[in-house]
């Protein structure tokens, strides 16, 4: 009898301890320096998630290498929910299309949480650029011996693939420069080093809004409903043109249920909270979110395609 409620009162101590996940504060790991548009966006998830996990969500920035360093430091982590990851399709497909060797497996490594939405990236100029269109970017590049410099957050990133393919599809003579980060490249885009970038809508809008830079074209196939006045790359007369970066939030595979289960609740309710969300728009994210499990479907799809394009820009695998 004593042994049969001693091990009752075990196992109930043991659901009970089970249940309690999470007993510690989580790690929202950032691939980019501080203050780019992925920055911005986990800051402001941090404290609600936190709230509905009842634990503290730490952000911590480890940028470098394209965001390898800090998807390598996730893909190594203990598999238990703890060390969570955000960030685009830079490190999940474009990585990958572009790199011949990476240090983690976007689909052996990774299981998402949930998709959070698209930053649409933004042709920007300086505001004393004599162009103001595409036609009028496309002359000047022409016109300039050495061509124009555009910056992007990153050797193989979106900004830079966005760049490269514009490149392409229309004849533009531009120079790629890349930086570690949106917030280095946004610096010397506004000081005037750089006449042009490609950056997200999230880390644009604000300094479009200041008057610091202007906006050419965006790169989505439709014009974005935060950046409505701005036209697509597409519409001005280069059908085909797109390139449009997601952001997700990934763990290291192999989390229990019940971490993933709470995780993606969790994330679910944060990123829809009409205050979340209309902070994460007001910052120029179009939230769309979807579950962790699109995330295999769309690495799958997207993957084999990006490396077509790729291909086409002229863009060697590294």
Not at 93 to 120: M, R
Not at 210 to 222: H, Q
């Amino acid at each position: 009898m004593k042994k049969t409620v001693l091990a009752l009162i075990l196992s109930g101590a043991t659901v009970l301890a089970h249940a309690a996940w999470p007993e510690k504060p989580l790690t929202l790991v950032v691939p980019y320096p501080p203050g780019g548009a992925t920055d911005t966006i986990a800051r402001l998830l941090a404290g609600p998630l936190g709230k509905r996990l009842g634990q503290s969500v730490i952000v911590e920035n480890k940028a470098g290498a394209g965001t390898a360093i800090g998807a390598q430091a996730v893909a190594r982590a203990n598999a238990d929910g703890y060390t969570l990851l955000i960030s685009s399709n830079t490190t999940f497909t474009v990585n990958p299309a572009l790199k011949s060797k990476l240090p983690y497996d976007p689909q052996k490594d990774f299981e998402s949480i949930g998709l959070i939405g698209t930053s649409p990236l933004v042709l920007l100029a300086h505001p004393k650029v004599p162009a103001t269109t595409v036609q009028e970017v496309i002359a000047l590049s022409k016109k300039s011996p050495n061509g124009l410099n555009f910056g992007s957050f990153g050797v193989g990133t979106t900004a830079h693939l966005a760049g490269e393919m514009f490149k392409v599809m229309t004849g533009a003579n531009l120079v790629h420069v890349a930086y570690r980060g949106s917030a280095p490249a946004m610096t010397d885009l506004i000081g005037g080093q750089i006449p042009l970038s490609f950056d997200t809508s999230v880390a644009a809008r604000p300094q479009m809004a200041a008057g610091k830079v202007k906006a050419i074209a965006v790169t989505t196939a439709k014009r974005s409903p935060q950046m409505p006045q701005v036209p697509t790359v597409a519409e001005l007369g280069f059908s085909g043109y797109e390139m449009v970066p997601w952001i997700t939030i990934v763990t290291r595979r192999g989390m229990s249920n019940e971490a993933r289960a709470k995780l993606e609740k969790a994330l679910k309710e944060t990123v829809l909270d009409p205050a979340t969300r209309g902070e994460l728009e007001r910052k120029g994210l179009d939230v769309a979110y979807q579950p962790g499990k699109v995330y295999d479907t769309r690495v799958a799809q997207e993957l084999p395609l990006l490396r077509a394009y790729a291909h086409r820009a002229n863009i060697p695998v590294q």
